[in-house]
């Protein structure tokens, strides 16, 4: 075998082995979205999007409830992670500081890794406990604070990537630092943060645990953000440990929806990105 048609053979093996590492990549999600089609597609209809639940026992109703619930959450989230994580990511790579930015890179790490049940009981403790109730806000609060180590870390490594060229005729301009910063190296880096938000919003969609703690459920419309508030997740939960049938079927449904959310959010990103990147 000669060199040339030797090296074509290791190019086709390790192409072949890359696409099955690719396939096995995607199979877990694919396998998934399957199963959840297969269970909840059968209590899927226009009640289940417009309706609240009905009482215990009887059959029926939706989680219209829910569904504005879970939307009102990644909101509030984003309200908080979404600015403190960009800021702070930008920070970390701006910084000629030599022992915060460590230190807040190593923090925020360590958050990232933390227990989301353990940072449900830290919302708990710091804002429902005081206001003596639940509220949608604590919720907020609570995913909030998983998002920013996610955006934070992001918007740090991309800044990065972001070329001193571009600071420096910025700054040759006459341009302050800090708007080089927020109009330049932001704007420049925008599309790579958008991935990343929306990486941090598909986790945050799927809690359960720090929701427990802060938002509690509600089996009706939410009346202000200072009151308790459904979520997707906090129903599936109730609905997958009840002992009826209908419930079942409407907690598989509930899990199609919450990913479908996950996946509409995560192809909008793509596309937002795509025209960022373009323009």
């Known amino acids: ?96 500081d030599r022992h915060l930015p460590w230190l807040v890179r190593f923090l925020a790490d360590v958050l990232n890794g933390v227990p989301s049940i353990v940072i449900g009981i830290f919302v708990y403790t710091l804002v429902v406990r005081p206001l003596r109730h639940f509220s949608a806000i604590a919720g907020g609060i609570a995913l909030g604070v998983i998002m920013i180590p996610i955006v934070l870390r992001t918007t740090e490594e991309l800044v990065r990537l972001v070329p001193a060229s571009l600071r420096e005729a910025g700054l040759a301009l006459g341009v302050a630092e800090w708007k080089v910063m927020l109009r330049i190296v932001l704007t420049t880096a925008s599309a790579g943060i958008t991935t990343g938000v929306m990486v941090a919003v598909a ?63 995560s192809v909008l990103a793509r596309l937002a990105t795509a025209r960022l990147a373009r323009s």
């Open 1 to 96: 075998m000669t060199n040339v048609a030797r090296r074509r053979l290791i190019s086709r093996v390790m192409g072949a082995l890359t696409a099955v590492a690719a396939g096995v990549i995607i199979l877990p999600l694919v396998v998934i979205f399957a199963f959840l089609v297969y269970q909840g597609s059968t209590a899927l209809n226009l009640d289940f999007f417009i309706h609240l639940p009905k009482p215990v026992g009887e059959v029926g109703g939706g989680m219209a409830n829910a569904i504005v619930g879970t939307l009102i959450l990644i909101a509030l989230a984003a309200c908080l992670g979404v600015p403190v994580g960009v800021l702070g990511g930008l920070y970390l790579a701006e910084s000629r």
């Open 203 to 265: 986790r945050i969609a799927g809690e359960t645990a720090p929701l427990l703690f802060t938002a509690f459920g509600n089996r009706f419309w939410h009346h202000g953000l200072d009151q308790p508030i459904a979520a997707l997740p906090l129903q599936i939960f109730a609905y997958a440990i009840a002992p009826y049938d209908d419930w079942h079927r409407q907690a598989w449904a509930g899990a199609l929806v919450l990913i479908s959310i996950v996946l509409v959010v």
